[in-house]
């Protein structure tokens, strides 16, 4: 039996392009992907631009600097960047780590353009983090709608006659192909209290996603639907504002505790909890299989 070949990628490379508000698959990544035979956890970080998704992705590479990070008010991810690493914990699998361009970019501008690198992420990952600042307020999930057009994009089946059952089979069916999800809230500086009484994060997300007496209720919908599995981690600021700029080259041990035990937290449960990408009929997906979407 030939053993699984194992490749080691020293640095992140752009998997898809951004150029112009054009995507366009980059073939020396789909290549790399080719030579991967190993099983592949695949995680891709969604979010607002400027809100610190490309730290957390090199926190799961195990690496202070990968993975761009901008100080400034502008996007630093165009498209979306890959990274392969060995698996930290599941020998023999490999972990594929995916960096989205930041959503809602001012420069940018472009909605539809947004939905697509959000359905790609969607496609291609096995666990799926959004990253948002803040609290999950009303307006934090309503960020989120793009998860609303995701069945206009992505077809698991062929097209036949509508009907109410019809659209209960191809909810059914993108469940089955659906990334597990991780809200990952930064700069929280509330208290985890709902009505006076104290809740976990998952209690203060499961809140957050309740269906409210609003005009708008889709997204909470599709995310209840789509993502039966569901998770959230609460980071507070990881250093004062004047820091912030130069996180990349800060030790853990300037980070405040607080950041660095749910940060700890964070990348166990990714490690441990996320499963192999896996096609329909729950076969695993290998770097070689996760190349084919491309084609």
């Known amino acids: 039996k030939r ?3 194992v490749t080691v990628m020293e640095s992140p490379v ?3 392009e951004n150029i112009d508000g054009t995507l366009r698959v980059v073939q020396e990544a789909t290549e790399y992907l080719m030579r ?3 099983p592949v956890v695949v995680v891709a970080v969604v979010g607002l631009y400027r809100t610190g998704k490309s730290y957390l992705m090199n926190k799961l590479a195990g690496k202070r600097k990968g993975f761009a990070l901008g100080a400034t008010v502008q996007s630093k991810t165009k498209g979306i960047w890959m990274w392969c690493v060995p698996h930290p914990v599941k020998e023999g699998h490999t972990l594929v780590l995916l960096d989205t361009e930041g959503l809602g970019d001012v420069e940018k501008g472009d909605q539809k353009n ?11 990952s ?12 009303n307006q934090a999930v309503e960020n989120l709608q793009y998860v609303t057009e995701l069945t206009e994009r992505i077809k698991v089946k ?16 993108f469940v089955q192909f659906f990334p597990s999800f991780v809200w990952a809230v930064r700069d929280f500086t509330l208290l985890l209290e709902i009505d006076g009484r104290q809740v976990n994060e998952d209690q203060y997300l499961e809140h957050a996603l309740t269906l409210k007496k609003v005009d708008y209720n889709l997204p909470r919908e599709c995310i209840r639907n789509y993502f039966p599995t569901r998770k959230c981690f609460i980071f507070e600021t990881p250093a004062p504002p004047e820091k912030m700029a130069h996180l990349e080259s ?15 937290d964070f990348c166990n449960y990714i490690f441990k909890e996320s499963s192999v990408k896996k ?15 491309f084609k």
Do not use: H
């Open 3 to 5: 053993a699984p070949i």
């Open 14 to 16: 752009c998997l898809i």
């Open 36 to 38: 991967i035979n190993q």
């Open 114 to 124: 947004d939905a697509w690198i959000f359905s790609l992420a969607i496609l291609l």
């Open 126 to 137: 096995s666990t799926l983090v959004y990253n948002s600042r803040g609290t999950i307020d």
């Open 158 to 173: 062929a097209p036949s006659a509508s009907s109410a059952e019809d659209d209960d089979a191809e909810d059914a069916q």
């Open 250 to 264: 800060m030790t853990e041990s300037e980070l405040s505790p607080s950041f660095q035990a749910v940060a700890f």
């Open 279 to 293: 096609v329909k009929g729950g076969l695993p997906v290998t770097g070689r299989s996760e190349s084919t979407v």
